[in-house]
C-alpha cells in the first residue's frame, strides 16, 4: 500500500498522559497536514509543512502539541498532558509538489481516547 | 474566514432513489472545491475536485456540479456502498500556506436496500 500511513490507529491514555502519533506520506509528496476530526464534524487543520519546514499552524494547536518533521519525510504529532477534550481522530495528509498536485490525500487516522 | 456548509446533515434513500447534496461556501479566491467519502473509522477518500464555476465531474453513480456560491453532489439510482459520509472542502488560493482544505461538517448517507 503506498498510501499515507498513520501509526497507531487506536491510543486509549489517561488524562495527563503524553502521546505521540507517525504519519509517513505518500512517496516524494513535500507537503504534509495534520487535521483533527471529532465525531459528527468535519476535519479541522491543525498544521502544515512543506518539506522539514511547518509554515502554518492553527489557534486549536494549543501549546500541548507539537508537531515535528525532522528530514522531511515522515511526521510526530506530540500532545502533552492529555484532557478528556483531546479525544478525536488525527488524520494526517500529504499532498504532491509543484502545481500538478492539487490534491491532499488523506490517511486512515488515528483514533485518541483519554479516559 | 473561509465556511463551509452542507446540508442536509443526514439523508436516509431508499435504494435507487436519486438526490442531491449541497454545499454552501465563503472563501477567499476559491482554489478548488473538494469532495471526498468518508467511512466509518475510516480516513476521507478523494473523490472529485472542481476548479470553476459551471464544471461538472462524475463518477460511477455520483456526479458534482459548482456554482460561483455552492456545490451539489448528484446520487443517481443509489446503492447501499453508496452509504458514507459525504465531505465538502474549499481551497483557498490566496495567501494559504500549503492551500489547506476547510471542511464542511458533512452530509451522512444511508441507503436501505
Known amino acids: 500500500d503506498t498510501g499515507v500511513s498513520q501509526n497507531p490507529r487506536h491510543k486509549i491514555t489517561k488524562r495527563g498522559q503524553n502521546v505521540t502519533f507517525r504519519c509517513d506520506p505518500i512517496?516524494?509528496?513535500?507537503?504534509l497536514y495534520w487535521y483533527r476530526q471529532t465525531l459528527g464534524q468535519g476535519p479541522e487543520f491543525l498544521t502544515y509543512?512543506?518539506?522539514?519546514?511547518?509554515?502554518?499552524k492553527s489557534r486549536l494547536l494549543s501549546d500541548r502539541f507539537s508537531a515535528e518533521r525532522p528530514k522531511g519525510s515522515f511526521s510526530t504529532l506530540e500532545i502533552q498532558r492529555t484532557e478528556q477534550g483531546d479525544s478525536a481522530m488525527y488524520l494526517c495528509?500529504?499532498?504532491?509538489?509543484?502545481?500538478?498536485?492539487?490534491?491532499?490525500?488523506f490517511g486512515e487516522g488515528s483514533w485518541l481516547t483519554v479516559v | 474566514e473561509d465556511q463551509v456548509t452542507q446540508s442536509p446533515e443526514a439523508l436516509r434513500l431508499q435504494e435507487g432513489e436519486s438526490s442531491s447534496l449541497n454545499c454552501s461556501y465563503t472563501?477567499?479566491?476559491?482554489?478548488?472545491l473538494f469532495w471526498y467519502r468518508q467511512d466509518p473509522g475510516k480516513g476521507p477518500e478523494f473523490l472529485f475536485t472542481?476548479?470553476?464555476a459551471g464544471e461538472e465531474k462524475e463518477k460511477e453513480r455520483l456526479k458534482a456540479t459548482l456554482t460561483k456560491k455552492e456545490s451539489f453532489l448528484h446520487i443517481t439510482a443509489p446503492k447501499p456502498e453508496d452509504s458514507a459520509t459525504y465531505l465538502c472542502?474549499?481551497?483557498?488560493?490566496?495567501?494559504?500556506?500549503?492551500?489547506?482544505?476547510?471542511f464542511g461538517g458533512g452530509t451522512r448517507v444511508l441507503v436501505k436496500p
Open positions: 472542502a474549499v481551497q483557498a488560493g490566496l495567501k494559504a500556506a500549503g492551500n489547506k482544505l476547510t
Open positions: 472542481l476548479y470553476s
Open positions: 495528509a500529504s499532498r504532491p509538489p509543484g502545481l500538478s498536485g492539487n490534491t491532499i490525500y
Open positions: 509543512f512543506q518539506n522539514e519546514a511547518q509554515l502554518e
Open positions: 512517496s516524494e509528496h513535500n507537503r
Open positions: 472563501v477567499s479566491g476559491l482554489r478548488g
